[in-house]
């Protein structure tokens, strides 16, 4: 039985760890099943957050305009992380991300990791949903604000205790560490020519951009380029 871990979440601007970014990290250190210390910290993606994502977390762009960017922390998060096993709720979703960020600031991240979504799959298969937010529910777990990561971290940690004590006795396996899978995205700084050709895409169509053009990589420039070109033609 796991009594020390890192629960951990990430909020992030979509989907995809290859061109998506965090805007939001929390960790909870866990020992003999009691928080010990606590990380937590919003990010500043460099992008624009879309509406969809602000609608969903709360976290705006102002928010976020003062924060640190993901290379000024990502060593804090790995160092907080340690070697302690990982903890979540759909974990490789949370890990692909911390993935990719310490991969393409050339720091190695190889962890295992308890997945409390895949023992309630296992464990739970009659009930109608298994999102964090209805199994909270289910087992009376409090949570007043959803999609902010240091809540969802921790409602992971209690909701680990709850399938633990509900669980454990029937199948002790679903709940064994496993060694967490990522296949980051080699990640290219966008090249001195498509900053200049983007720059005069923007000017020319006077488009207004809230990101800043140099922190985009060169496949993220192409896709942007390509939008521009699309939308409103060459220069």
Known sequence: ?????????????????????????????????????????????????????????????DMVSSSPKIGEIIHEITEFCGEYILLGHNIRFDYGFLKQNCTNHKISFEKRGIDTLKIARKMLPDIEKR???????????????????????????????????????????????????????????????QKVYLNNLIKYHKINVNLEIGSLTKSEASRMIDKIIFTYGRC
């Open 131 to 193: 999102s964090l937010g209805f199994l909270t529910d289910y087992f009376g777990i409090e949570q007043e604000i959803y999609h902010r990561a240091y809540d969802d971290a921790n409602s992971t940690h209690l909701l680990y205790k709850h399938l633990l004590h509900s669980f454990s006795g029937i199948d002790a396996d679903i709940f064994r560490p496993m060694q967490l899978q990522f296949q980051p995205q080699k990640m290219c700084p966008i090249t001195p020519k």
């Open 1 to 61: 039985m796991i009594k020390d871990y890192i629960a951990v979440d990430v909020e992030t601007t979509g989907l995809n760890p290859g061109y998506d970014r965090l805007i939001e990290v929390a960790a909870i250190k866990v020992k003999d099943f009691n928080v010990a210390d606590t990380y937590t910290t919003l990010i500043n993606p460099e992008i624009h957050i879309p509406g969809r994502i602000t609608e969903i977390t709360g976290i705006s762009n």
